[in-house]
């Protein structure tokens, strides 16, 4: 069984993309409020139902994140950092962009590969494989600066 993402697309163009992706409904422009809400709890329902397992990224998995008020297809292997941005975090690409991502911190840590990403605090996590000197300095907390030597070693 494929698993529904969830995922409401706001205008036809994306609608096709929508099934390709299994998403859980679809609203079209202009967005009618009752819609809406049947298509919230729509969502609503199939969380509860739904277990919450969490699929690991690869290296070269691309996710689909909000880069201004667009939206980007980012590979993972070009992440250079990860920043807290309140509940949501930042992420720093390697060809100078800035994205939004309306992930969390503990999101990222979880999902992430082990290797080459490590945290060197609550607020940030580095892409080692982008690391050959520090020009910029990070903060880093002591417990991660333990951890941080042991993987360099």
Known sequence: MIKPHKVL???DENAIRAFEVN?????????NPDRLAKALEKLELH???TPAKVR???YDDR???LLGRH???LTVNTILNISAAGDDSEVLTSDGHKVLALKSMKEWETRLPAQPFTSIHCST???MEFIDRVE??????RRYAIKLKQRLG
């Open 56 to 58: 690991k990224f690869n």
């Open 47 to 49: 969380e509860q139902e």
């Open 63 to 65: 996710l689909f994140l």
């Open 136 to 141: 910029e300095p990070y903060l880093i907390s």
């Open 71 to 73: 939206f980007k297809l």
């Open 9 to 11: 697309v706001i205008d």
């Open 23 to 31: 998403a859980l409904d679809d609203l079209l422009k202009p967005v």
């Open 125 to 127: 996590i580095i892409n």
